[in-house]
């Protein structure tokens, strides 16, 4: 299962612990070890929003020797995007599906305002209930997540394991048990699910 991380236009301090948090998730859970090869696109300011150039930066990450064993075309991708980010990778995310890749799923952290739908899953994780809610009506999957009480915007990308708040199946309009837990663990929760399948 390869991850790509596309993050917003924010500070690379924020990538970096979100990075960390997310592999100390990972090595704390039952995912095998080695079976998530985490890739951080490392386009700044308007490029993250540019599809073409995340596309092209995974198309060099297949080409790479380093890569090439763990991602390839036909390699599960879970794209994990934030704010500005969503944009550039839900766009990036079509390409690659178009070119033959297989997209396992996509998970936006506060991509608000961002329209979402497409034939593979989409999950959303948001900073607060009306972030949530609003976002929900640009398209969302059936599993997503608000923080409460709500958060800042940037602490989602930053902390997501200090971030509490709730489980919300959007199909039914509320909380399966045991809804409420971390961002992390929500996360984690995906990342098993589609480890799984």
């Known amino acids: 299962m390869s991850i790509i991380i596309c993050p917003g236009i924010h500070e690379p301090e924020l990538t970096e612990s979100f990075r960390v948090g997310l592999l100390d998730v990972v090595s704390h ?4 070890p080695n079976s998530a090869n985490i890739l951080i696109y490392p ?7 540019s599809a073409f150039h995340i596309l ?10 380093r890569y090439r064993k763990s991602l390839q075309l036909k390699s599960p991708l879970i794209f994990i995007s934030f704010s ?8 990036a995310a079509y390409l690659w599906q ?10 936006a952290i506060d991509g608000w305002g961002v329209p979402l739908q497409a034939n593979f899953p989409i999950h959303r994780i948001s900073h607060d209930y009306f972030t949530h809610w609003s976002s929900c009506l640009l398209g969302s999957g059936q599993d997503n997540f608000y923080a409460e009480p709500a958060v800042d915007h940037l602490s989602m990308w930053k902390s997501p394991q ?15 048990p045991k809804g409420h837990l971390t961002a992390a663990e929500f996360l984690l929760m ?6 799984a399948n």
Do not use: M, N
């Open 29 to 32: 859970s039952a995912i095998a």
């Open 43 to 49: 386009g700044k300011d308007i490029l993250v929003l």
């Open 56 to 65: 092209q930066f995974l198309r060099v990450s297949v080409a790479h020797r």
């Open 84 to 91: 500005a980010g969503v944009v550039g990778a839900i766009g």
């Open 98 to 107: 178009l070119l033959g890749g297989h997209v396992k799923a996509f998970i």
């Open 162 to 176: 200090t971030v509490q708040g709730c489980w919300v199946d959007s199909f039914i309009g509320i909380s399966p």
């Open 190 to 195: 995906l990342l098993k699910r589609y480890e």
